[in-house]
């Protein structure tokens, strides 16, 4: 089992266990649990297939469906135990969305050559489930706290493609794209970085243009 296929399972656990923690939110029965950990665990990665033309990569591999599966079952009977779950949440987000980053970026360039390709499958594999995830729970989407989010992935993405460019092991290129996700998300969620946000400026009178 290589680097990427660790990194692709470990990004399917992670996401998974944010969509069961969302269930757990919004105390929902083992069904929904499921689902929520399906959607999130496998949505981005169906995205990115479908997008690239190649076979969906859990219908040929049951793998990724039964870890969706073991992970909601295994929250809905431990999530009480777990103190503040929203916090939990996002941090194991962030993993996720570092893990798959890598991990879409890396399937992009395979099937395409392209590095534009690889970035944009990157930043749609790690973002897409995350946000299935908050549409589909009613929680407040990714996409509009202030908070950098995509712009992690896009780093990530970006790490990684520029890394397998030179030459870098195929092991060095993932640890240098996941590392670059997690540190831009991790700062993101302890510091609170974020870009400027656009703040509209009133119009000029009438009697003031020339």
Known sequence: MNAITLLDYAGVTVFAATGALAASRKQLDIIGYLFLASVTGIGGGTFRDLILGVPVFWVGN???????????????????????????LLWLDAVGLAA?????????????????VAIVTGVLTATFGGILRDLLAGEPSVLLKPEIYVSAALAGAAVFTLGALVGLPPYAADLAGFVAAFAVRGGALRFGWAFPSYKSRPGRKPEDIP
């Open 62 to 88: 049951r793998v990724y469906v039964l870890i969706c599966a073991l992970v909601a079952v295994l929250v809905f009977f431990t999530a009480y135990r777990i103190e503040s779950r929203y916090k939990l």
């Open 100 to 116: 798959f980053s890598v991990m879409g970026a890396a399937k992009g360039l395979a099937i395409t050559g392209s590095p534009v």
